[in-house]
């Protein structure tokens, strides 16, 4: 059992395929282990569900499993230009069509406005968590030290879903583009399998072969993935420069008379799906891990790529609408289409071009992040510590790339894109309300310090904080025209933050880089994110689940049993390693008195 928590173990057998390297748990030793954990599980589970992670734990002990160091190479530079490669792609080039068309009109633009702020206010959640915990874990290493081992558990399995729906999205619109390019439509390089669900029966060879040259330039090196970056992410803005002056030039503000058409509820249903646009920035969190100085390059980073991009996004949405009636908006290459439309032809074909540069950057930061989120996970042995291998030569964890990359290139072979954008929303919106949470706990609650008082007053906040925003989505998706119920959840919200703020002291001061204007920061994201929740369609709940309840069987039957096995490893490790310390003081106190007479 020794060698799972050690560096020697992983060392020696990291790239094998035994057994052990799946399920080295004592639970898993035998058939009569395995039944015996099985009778456990109710006390198992509390213990894991009161457990909270340490900071320590997360930068030492977990990064010691991976067997060798992932190489500290990234700058701020390197960060802003992975945040803006991992953000911009298919989110503004084909889902801009797509909801402007159906759901906002014109005020798509406002629904990206929306989705941005929800956004920025995730950005700076992750910025702290990223410059205190600088590990390659991301939110799953957060919710592990805040919220304990379950949270992070449903996170994470969350975490890997956004991560696979979304490369699989982009995968499909890479196609999509690439069959704008050369003149065809798309499903002219996708062969349909009538037997199979309308829904998945476009199948997309191409996205697959997307997937594998991703694998292979992600598996090589992050420095190097950084460079490849680095340049398209130039040729991609200068694109984007493009669009917005062409399309401005080209634009007809006789298509903006009627700017709203679906009314309010058009816009808050397209920003919830929008939100799709801007997830990746949290892949950039996980390279903290790997930056040269993460209390500066960190904040910078994201922040800096999460302006440049929505100010973008904006921009782009504009000129989309100006050159072409929001009803005539092409769903799968919107921009190419819009550009035939007003005359310039061979226009299509730049921004075509462009996009594929954006999707490809998009599936490279993306492959990044999830390999580093995957190794943090299997780490804490919630998934086979096989995946927590670092390659000695690399620097890099290629297993989990592998692992991460195939299942995402299977997904996109079967499954339309709408299907994917979707779900992707729910599972991203999820996450990062539990971050804002977390940052909420990590500031007013610490172990030891905070009064049983002041913990239950904060709880009594957070809790209303909690309720008032869900009630506000629920009273959002259910009710047309009154507005009634907001004149109760709106102030609930607000005085629960304000009495957060005035009536419970924080208990912890970040030490290097802090969100801004706590609680209302954290307390906002946490509302407009359950609110876009509220706006999502039943079919994307269902799904989401279905996905939780396999994610809950998973957990009982092995993901539970791994993490106890191992936490009771390494603490009986550090009690041998104590008691051997303070053996070696009590001998050397002993010959030292020895010496004196």
């Known amino acids: 059992m020794g060698s799972e928590n050690g560096d020697d173990g992983l060392r020696r057998r990291g790239c094998s395929c035994t057994k052990d390297d799946f399920l080295p748990e004592e639970s898993f030793k035998s058939i009569g282990n395995y039944f015996k954990a099985i009778k456990e599980t109710p006390s198992r589970f509390i213990d ?45 080039f084909v889902l801009t069509g797509q909801e402007a068309r159906d759901s906002a009109g014109p005020a798509v633009v406002v629904s990206f406005v929306v989705s941005g702020v929800s956004a920025m206010l995730s950005v700076f959640c992750y910025t702290e968590f990223a410059v205190e915990i600088p590990v390659a874990g991301g939110s799953f290493a957060y919710l592990r030290v805040e919220l304990g081992d379950f949270m992070a558990f449903i996170a994470a399995g969350n975490i890997i879903l956004q991560y696979i729906v979304g490369g699989a999205a982009v995968a499909r619109s890479w196609t999509s583009y690439f069959a704008t390019l050369l003149n065809h439509k798309p499903d002219d390089f996708r062969i349909v399998a009538n037997s199979l669900h ?97 209390g500066r390059d960190i904040p910078i980073g994201l922040v800096g790529s999460m302006v440049l991009t929505t100010v973008c996004y904006c921009l782009m949405a504009a000129a989309l609408c100006l050159m072409q009636p929001y009803g005539q908006i092409d769903p799968d290459a919107p921009f190419s289409v819009a550009f035939s439309a007003v005359g310039w032809d061979w226009a299509k074909y730049l921004v075509a071009f462009g996009a594929l540069k954006g999707m490809t950057t998009v599936l490279l930061v993306g492959a990044i992040g999830q390999a580093r989120y995957m190794t943090h996970i299997a780490r804490a042995h919630m998934m086979p510590p096989w995946l927590a291998h670092v390659n000695a030569k690399t620097g890099t964890p290629i297993n989990a790339t592998v692992f991460m990359l195939t299942a995402t290139a299977l997904i996109a072979f079967f499954t339309k894109l709408g299907i994917l954008a979707d779900l992707l929303s729910v599972s991203t919106l999820f996450i990062f309300m539990l971050v804002a949470v977390a940052l909420l706990v990590r500031r007013y609650y610490v172990t030891g310090e905070t009064s049983s008082r002041n913990r239950n007053t904060f709880l009594l ?137």
């Not at 340490?54 to 802003?80: C, Y």
């Not at 490849?228 to 503000?253: C, E, K």
């Not at 809790?463 to 009710?479: D, G, N, P, Q």
Request: proline share 3%.
């Open 48 to 92: 894991r569900l009161m457990t909270r992670s340490q900071d320590s734990v997360e930068i030492h002990d977990m990064k010691a499993r991976s067997g060798h160091e992932m190489k500290k190479t990234l700058t701020w530079w390197d960060l802003m230009w992975f945040g803006v490669g991992a953000v911009i792609g298919s989110g503004i």
């Open 198 to 294: 309308q829904d998945y029966n476009h199948l997309d060879p191409i996205s697959v072969g997307v997937c594998v040259i991703i694998c292979i330039l992600a598996a090589i090196g992050t420095k190097g993935s950084s460079v490849f970056n680095y340049i398209a992410s130039i040729i991609h803005m200068l694109v984007i420069l493009f669009i917005v002056i062409g399309g401005f030039i080209r634009a007809d503000f006789k298509n903006y008379s009627d700017f709203a058409p679906f009314g309010a509820r058009g816009v808050f249903k397209s920003a919830s799906v929008l939100f799709f646009a801007y997830i990746g920035f949290d892949a950039v969190s996980t390279m903290a891990e790997e930056t040269k100085n993460p």
């Open 461 to 597: 906040f957070l809790c209303l904080v909690l309720a008032s925003s869900v009630a506000t989505a629920v009273y959002w998706a259910l009710e047309k025209d009154s507005w009634i119920g907001y004149c109760v959840t709106v102030p609930v919200w607000f005085f629960s933050t304000t009495g957060m703020k005035f009536l419970v002291p924080q208990a912890r001061a970040p030490k290097l880089w802090g969100v801004p204007l706590v609680p209302w920061l954290p307390s906002a994201s946490i509302a407009i994110n359950i609110f876009l929740l509220g706006s999502i369609d039943a079919k994307s709940y269902i799904r989401f689940a279905i996905w939780t309840g396999v994610l809950l069987v998973y957990y009982f039957l092995f993901g539970l049993h791994a993490t106890y096995d191992t936490a009771k490893e390494t603490l009986k490790e550090k009690m041998v390693l104590q008691n051997a310390e303070e053996g070696n003081v009590a001998a050397d106190n002993s010959d030292a008195v020895t010496l004196d007479h």
